[in-house]
Each structure stands twice: as C-alpha cells, then as structure tokens.
T-cell receptor, first 116, second 113 residues
Framework: GAVVSQHPSRVICKSGTSVKIECRSLDFQATTMFWYRQFPKKSLMLMATSNEGSKATYEQGVEKDKFLINHASLTLSTLTVTSAHPEDSSFYIC????????????FGPGTRLTVL | GNSVTQMEGPVTLSEEAFLTINCTYTATGYPSLFWYVQYPGEGLQLLLKATKADDKGSNKGFEATYRKETTSFHLEKGSVQVSDSAVYFCALSGGGGYNKLIFGAGTRLAVHP
C-alpha cells in the first residue's frame, strides 16, 4: 500500500514548450501533495505544497506562473512547467501526505525533465 | 530557519563494515527527524524516524537516536551489505508532524563485496 506514481518518468521537450507531470496516490487519499526539485548531486528543494481543492502554496523564489500546480482530486496533483527553458531541466519529485492512519509522506519515483 | 547538515559523500565501504552517516540540524521548537533512502532509479523511502528527544528509530539494521543536546541524528548500521548502496537523506519536519520536510544534501553510500 501507500504507492505514489508519477508520469512520465522521463520527458524531453523543446525550449518554449510546456510540460505536464502527474502525481497520483494509487491506494490512498492525499489531502496534501508536495512538489520537489532535485538538482544533480544535491538535495531535494521543496517547490510548493498542494492542497486538494485550493491554491498551492509556493516556496520563496519559486515562480508560481512558471510552475503551475493543480490538485483537483484527493489522488491527483499536476505540475506544469510552462515555457520551459534549459535551466528548468531537473528531476522533479512529488510526495503525498496520507490523509488518515499512517501519518507519513510517500514519494513518487520522480520525473526527469530535459529541455533542449 | 530550519536546516539540516549531512556529511558529504560518497562513502565507500566494504561489505560487513560499520556505517555512520552524520546529521545535525538547526530548528526552532521540537522537530521530528527522519532518514530517507533513495535506491538507484527509485523514489525516496522512509527508512526510520524519531519524533522526540532520546527516541531511537530503527529499521533494516539501521538506527538513529534523536539527540537534542547535540542537535544530531546520526545514522548507523553495524554491518552493511552491498544492497545498502543508495543515497541517504536526513530530514526534519517542524511541529512534530510530517508536513514540509527539510532535507539535507544527501550522502551516497557505495558498498563493495
């Protein structure tokens, strides 16, 4: 149980295009999902906190108009990187906070984004 | 603000060696402390946790004790295996809950036969 999936696992896109990444909690309901960015050989940097049915809360320095987050249901959150540039290339990881019972964040496997 | 500092890697050990990965933190209040592990090609998995001072978290032979006096949460294992090769992240969450994790930089462990 407590599985979080991400799709796609890898994506390559051209500069200027937009890319959508999905994060799903497969067997539990998640009131809160988190989006992280991981740079090579670096730690995870929290980008935003996504609560179901409300606007995401972005960390300082993260452009909300560039990284659009939607949390439309208790099992799905999406991150859209708009007008992507090469510097947006990174590993994006989501986690889901389980609503009931076992109070823990469960992490997805990550999405490798490469912007050419 | 809250922060986590981990020893830099990579750490390279022979099988059955003793492992210590140091982790210290800065936080206001009483954070919960965690160790996560990331195996190659996989997402982060919770390895162990401690929610209050002097608690010891343990799992799969790994242990870490929440030391408030030294603001530390060092990860130890008495005898590592090749399968333990991974990246280990120390993290904290303020307020005793699981919200908004602050991660250390991660320490890569490579265990050789």
């Amino acid at each position: 149980g407590a599985v979080v999936s991400q799709h796609p696992s890898r994506v390559i896109c051209k500069s200027g295009t937009s890319v959508k990444i999905e994060c799903r909690s497969l067997d539990f309901q998640a009131t809160t999902m988190f989006w992280y960015r991981q740079f090579p050989k670096k730690s995870l940097m929290l980008m935003a906190t996504s609560n179901e049915g409300s606007k995401a809360t972005y960390e300082q320095g993260v452009e909300k108009d560039k990284f659009l987050i939607n949390h439309a249901s208790l099992t799905l959150s999406t991150l859209t990187v708009t007008s992507a540039h090469p510097e947006d290339s990174s590993f994006y990881i989501c986690s889901a906070h389980q609503r009931e019972g076992y109070n823990e964040q469960f992490f997805g496997p990550g999405t490798r984004l490469t912007v050419l | 603000g809250n922060s986590v500092t981990q020893m830099e890697g990579p750490v390279t050990l022979s099988e059955e060696a003793f492992l210590t990965i140091n982790c210290t933190y800065t936080a206001t209040g009483y954070p919960s402390l965690f160790w996560y592990v990331q195996y190659p090609g996989e997402g982060l998995q919770l390895l162990l946790k401690a929610t209050k001072a002097d608690d010891k978290g343990s799992n799969k032979g790994f242990e870490a004790t929440y030391r408030k006096e030294t603001t530390s949460f060092h990860l130890e294992k008495g005898s590592v295996q090749v399968s333990d090769s991974a990246v280990y992240f120390c993290a904290l969450s303020g307020g005793g809950g699981y919200n908004k994790l602050i991660f250390g930089a991660g320490t890569r462990l490579a265990v050789h036969p």
